[in-house]
Structure formats: C-alpha cells, structure tokens
C-alpha cells in the first residue's frame, strides 16, 4: 500500500479533492448568494451585451481584469439561450476548471523550482486545495 501512495499520486489526488469541492459548491450554493456575486454577474452580462469594457460607474467591478469576466458572460448567455432557471451557474462551474488548473500549476511549480523535495509538490497542492 505505501509504495501506491507516491508524492506524484497525492499532489493529483489534491487537485481531484480541489476540483470537487468547487464542484460541490457551485452545485449547491445559490447563484446570486455571495456578497458581491451580483456585481461580478453585472459585470460579466455587461461585457456581453455592450461588447466593451465599461468604465467607471457603469458596473462595480469595472476595474476588474476582464477575461474570465467574458468567458463566464458567454457560458451565462449560452445558459439563457438554453433556457436554463439560472444561467449564473454556468459561471459558477467555471471555477471548476479554474481551480484545478491552479492547483496542477502549482504542482508543476513546486516540481520545478525544487526538483529533488518529492513531498513538497503535494504539499504546496494540499496546501492551495485546503
């Protein structure tokens, strides 16, 4: 059993845990729950609709780096197109892919930067993932 639970084997395993946690909460928490929740989706519907960034006082989150802001406004327009109750969680799901693409980067950082510490790959993915 040790020899199956390699370094390489645990940093993944954190990155799977990571993904389905975010699954978990995108599935069971409401769309519009979070306390600014509502400015990054006016942000995101803004950037679709008007198809430019908008600037100071026309949406909260103006400021704000804007290309994960499109992508979650083109699932969401996809998701209203669909027909879908709330089109917001598709913006949601998103983290998904967001959250284990962090934790393999810094995986392949970790490896990277000190390649003779095996352990300490799943230990910066355990620490991003919890």
Same mark, same amino acid.
């Given at each position: 059993?040790?020899?199956?639970?390699?370094?390489?084997?645990?940093?993944?395993?954190?990155?799977?845990?990571?993904?389905?946690?975010?699954?978990?909460?995108?599935?069971?928490?409401?769309?519009?729950?979070?306390?600014?929740?509502?400015?990054?989706?006016?942000?995101?519907?803004?950037?679709?609709?008007?198809?430019?960034?908008?600037?100071?006082?026309?949406?909260?989150?103006?400021?704000?780096?804007?290309?994960?802001?499109? =992508?979650? &406004?083109? /699932?969401?327009? %996809?998701?209203?197109? #669909?027909? !879908?109750?709330? $089109?917001?969680?598709?913006?949601?799901?998103?983290?998904?892919?967001? =959250?284990? &693409?962090? /934790?393999?980067? %810094?995986?392949?950082? #970790?490896? !990277?930067?000190? $390649?003779?510490?095996?352990?300490?790959?799943?230990?910066?993915?355990?620490?991003?993932?919890?």
């Amino acid at each position: 059993m040790a020899g199956k639970l390699s370094p390489e084997r645990i940093a993944i395993g954190f990155a799977v845990l990571a993904g389905l946690i975010v699954l978990w909460n995108a599935a069971a928490y409401p769309a519009g729950a979070g306390y600014d929740a509502p400015s990054h989706q006016e942000y995101a519907d803004f950037l679709i609709q008007h198809l430019r960034l908008p600037v100071r006082n026309e949406t909260p989150e103006y400021y704000s780096p804007p290309l994960y802001y499109a =992508v979650a &406004g083109a /699932v969401t327009w %996809v998701g209203r197109q #669909a027909g !879908l109750g709330e $089109p917001h969680k598709l913006g949601q799901l998103l983290n998904v892919p967001m =959250v284990v &693409g962090t /934790v393999l980067l %810094v995986i392949g950082l #970790a490896r !990277l930067l000190w $390649p003779d510490r095996r352990w300490l790959a799943p230990a910066a993915a355990g620490f991003v993932a919890l």
